[in-house]
């Protein structure tokens, strides 16, 4: 069976920077995109960065030249690094795995951005 877990959220100031990471099993983790999404209380789940089987990348605007999405396909293991954080990209953080009509998601790490 499909998992992934995400890990390495926590609380952080204004400015400062995050790594999380997503393990997968049970999957042929190097042939899936792979993707970061968020939700805050009361908005909706936002896309905030992909990554392709050929490591080609997405990102939502409001992210761009702070966040980057990798992976290492030997660990089947996505990361998001995060600079620069914001109060507002305070969220939990969800990871997501889609190949064709198969699509997994994690139970999410919460990222909370306070002084």
């Known amino acids: 069976q499909a998992q992934l877990r995400e890990s390495g959220g926590g609380l952080v100031q204004p400015g400062d920077s995050l790594r999380l990471s997503c393990v997968a099993s049970?999957?042929?983790?190097?042939?899936?995109?792979m993707a970061w999404y968020r939700q805050a209380p009361g908005k909706q789940r936002e896309l905030v960065a992909t990554?392709?089987?050929?490591?080609?990348?997405t990102y939502a605007d409001i992210v761009k030249g702070r966040f980057t999405i990798s992976r290492d396909d030997a660990k089947s293991t996505v990361y998001l690094d995060m600079n620069n954080l914001r109060p507002e990209d305070a969220a939990g953080y969800y990871c997501?795995?889609?190949?064709?009509?198969?699509?997994?998601w994690g139970q999410g790490t919460q990222v909370t951005v306070s002084s």
């Open positions: 997501n795995a889609v190949l064709k009509s198969l699509i997994f």
């Open positions: 049970g999957m042929a983790f190097s042939l899936y995109t």
């Open positions: 990554i392709n089987s050929g490591d080609r990348t």
